[in-house]
Antibody, heavy 130, light 106 residues
């Protein structure tokens, strides 16, 4: 069964650091695109970061320079290192498997891939407060 | 960055109603558009990918359409379990979510 389980959340003071983990089973993390998405209390979903199978990483402007996404093949896990935490980082953090569910030939020997987050963890809550 | 705008932000409807939610992108995203359903306290669930493809296991009363900048999610006949919040999300460049549409019982 394909599954994601997050851990590492908790209460942290502003300016502090926290590392979230996302343990995967049923598939290999390094072979897939993986995203972190967060949801502040009573708010909508906010994409935070993505790591591509090739290792490229991208971040939302709100966390650029403070958060780092990474992965470990031996642990088959995804991580989010969060530094310089702010009150506005308070949220439930989800990891998600970003899967190419459709492909369309480009006509030039390659494909356009359509990605969607089809597997999600249960989320881990981060509270930034003094 | 691509911005995604959903409308309406909230919607009241009855069981059996046909409901449409719209999502507009700030630039063309072709059909790189996904829809998710989220219930309170739960992780989001993928409904539609690539604008109009139904995710495995999702009831056929859900459908998606659109391309370029304008997209719609339609629920043909609302069931009680469909009352939830719906989000669109683009995957053309990195990722962006719409602000959500809360579907409530009238």
């Amino acid at each position: 069964e394909v599954q994601l389980v997050e851990s590492g959340g908790g209460l942290i003071q502003p300016g502090g650091s926290l590392r979230l983990s996302c343990a995967a089973s049923g598939f290999t993390v390094i072979s897939n695109y993986m995203s972190w998405v967060r949801q502040a209390p009573g708010k909508g979903l906010e994409w935070v970061s993505i790591i591509y199978s090739g290792g490229s990483t991208y971040y939302a402007d709100s966390v650029e320079g403070r958060f780092t996404i990474s992965r470990d093949n031996s642990e088959n896990s995804l991580y989010l290192q969060m530094n310089s935490l702010r009150d506005e980082d308070t949220a439930v953090y989800y990891c998600a498997k970003d899967t190419p569910l459709a492909e369309v030939p480009t006509g030039r020997g390659s494909y356009y891939y359509f990605y969607a987050m089809d597997v999600w963890g249960q989320g881990t809550a981060v509270t930034v407060s003094s | 960055d691509i911005q995604m705008t959903q409308s309406p932000s909230s919607l009241s409807a009855s069981v059996g109603d046909r409901v449409t939610i719209t999502c507009r992108a700030s630039q063309s995203i072709y059909t790189y558009l996904n829809w998710y359903q989220q219930k309170p306290g739960k992780a989001p669930k993928l409904l539609i990918y690539a604008a109009s493809s139904l995710q495995s296991g999702v009831p056929s009363r859900f459908s998606g359409s659109g391309s370029g900048t304008d997209f719609t999610l339609t629920i043909s006949s609302l069931q009680s379990e469909d009352f939830a919040t719906y989000f669109c999300q683009q995957s053309f460049t990195t990722r962006t979510f719409g602000q959500g549409t809360k579907l409530e019982i009238k």
